[in-house]
């Protein structure tokens, strides 16, 4: 292979990460992880994106008011526009007969990031992020904002509080915005939160 044609391959390859923003995370394993667009953050390079042009990118935590009230929230998000609703007053049973609390999906959710884009002067070509606690959430939501018409829904793989410890039971501490050091804070503005919708009928 001549010198040309390897410089003319790394010119391609140059204009290719460009043309993404030069942001690929790997494509997560987990399917509930994984989107249509796979368009795939991880966590610092989201702040990286955020911080070069903040006004220009609608960024969401789609974790439960709970969730983001008493763990905390990355520092600038726009909105919390959960992606379900949770029901500590009443239990249910799962298929394999596990206790576990009543929840329903939000049901306005899309309509919900469509008013915070035109809020924020922006449009569905424009970049949306997206992060939940581990990247589960994250990837339907943006899955849903694709099939709506989003353009550039990003979704962050390994969340705010990360993945599973393999061998650390119970505890996230291999990954995710708290485990990457980003800035995050307690403090949660009521402006920060949407209405919570009527559940649906014996939701």
Same mark, same amino acid.
């Given at each position: 292979?001549?010198?040309?044609?390897?410089?003319?391959?790394?010119?391609?390859?140059?204009?290719?990460?460009?043309?993404?923003?030069?942001?690929?995370?790997?494509?997560?394993?987990?399917?509930?992880?994984?989107?249509?667009?796979?368009?795939?953050?991880?966590?610092?390079?989201?702040?990286?994106?955020?911080?070069?042009?903040?006004?220009?990118?609608?960024?969401?935590?789609?974790?439960?008011? /709970? =969730?983001?009230?008493?763990?905390?929230?990355?520092? #600038?998000?726009? &909105? $919390?526009? !959960?992606?379900?609703? *949770?029901?500590? +007053?009443?239990?249910?049973?799962?298929?394999?007969?596990?206790?576990?609390?009543?929840?329903?999906?939000?049901?306005?959710?899309? /309509? =919900?990031?469509?008013?915070?884009?035109?809020?924020? #002067?922006?449009? &569905? $070509?424009? !970049?949306?992020?997206? *992060?939940?606690? +581990?990247?589960?959430?994250?990837?339907?939501?943006?899955?849903?904002?694709?099939?709506?018409?989003?353009?550039?829904?990003?979704?962050?793989?390994?969340?705010?509080?990360?993945?599973?410890?393999?061998?650390?039971?119970?505890?996230?501490?291999?990954?995710?915005?708290?485990?990457?050091?980003?800035?995050?804070?307690?403090?949660?503005?009521?402006?920060?939160?949407?209405?919570?919708?009527?559940?649906?009928?014996?939701?």
């Amino acid at each position: 292979m001549t010198k040309k044609l390897i410089s003319f391959l790394m010119v391609l390859g140059f204009v290719g990460l460009m043309g993404t923003g030069a942001y690929a995370a790997e494509e997560p394993a987990k399917k509930a992880k994984q989107t249509p667009q796979k368009l795939y953050l991880t966590p610092k390079e989201a702040y990286s994106m955020l911080q070069k042009d903040p006004k220009h990118i609608l960024f969401v935590d789609v974790r439960t008011p /709970a =969730e983001v009230l008493f763990l905390g929230h990355p520092t #600038g998000i726009d &909105k $919390n526009i !959960p992606f379900k609703y *949770i029901d500590y +007053s009443k239990f249910v049973t799962t298929k394999k007969g596990k206790k576990k609390f009543a929840s329903w999906k939000n049901p306005n959710l899309v /309509a =919900e990031f469509d008013e915070e884009l035109k809020a924020k #002067g922006l449009t &569905k $070509n424009d !970049p949306v992020i997206v *992060i939940c606690r +581990s990247g589960d959430r994250s990837g339907m939501t943006a899955t849903q904002l694709y099939k709506a018409g989003y353009k550039k829904a990003y979704t962050i793989v390994t969340g705010f509080e990360g993945d599973m410890s393999k061998t650390k039971p119970h505890r996230r501490s291999v990954n995710g915005w708290k485990n990457d050091g980003l800035p995050w804070t307690y403090k949660s503005p009521a402006s920060l939160f949407i209405p919570k919708p009527t559940p649906p009928a014996g939701k």
